[in-house]
């Protein structure tokens, strides 16, 4: 006994059954293989091929990887370019220097020095 898979005519409508795996086949290469009805009326399957399908959402995640690999660098680039940014900063404000206008003060390098010593170290 064969196993039959139940498809209809798109021509006359009429309802009847043919082998699993000539629906297979005809359902794997869309336009390759024609199926008669009872009727005598010649069809095919239509639409992409479900291999076909499956190739471009592999290629779509292959490419939002790659898009989402290169977000996660420059974001990484980003935070050691804020972080270096930021050590420099702190560097040149232990040693005295206004971050805004570039001009030293000995009074605040002494201040660093004696009452927040910590913050020389970190730097």
């Not at 499956?54 to 370019?81: G, I, P, S, W």
Request: aromatic share 6%; with cysteine; glycine share 4%.
């Amino acid at each position: 006994m064969f196993q039959h898979a139940w498809v209809s005519c798109p021509n006359c409508h009429i309802h009847y059954a043919i082998p699993s795996s000539l629906d297979a086949t005809a359902q794997a290469q869309r336009a390759g293989v024609t199926i008669y009805c009872p009727m005598g009326h010649g069809w095919h399957y239509t639409g992409e091929r479900p291999l076909d399908v499956e190739r471009r959402a592999r290629q779509r995640a292959e490419q939002e990887n790659a898009r989402l690999a290169e977000v996660a660098r420059l974001a990484a680039a980003r935070a050691d370019q804020a972080t270096a940014s930021l050590s420099k900063l702190k560097r040149r404000a232990a040693r005295g220097v206004c971050p805004c206008c570039n001009r030293s003060f000995v009074a605040l390098a002494n201040h660093i020095a004696t009452k927040h010593p910590e913050f020389r170290k970190a730097a």
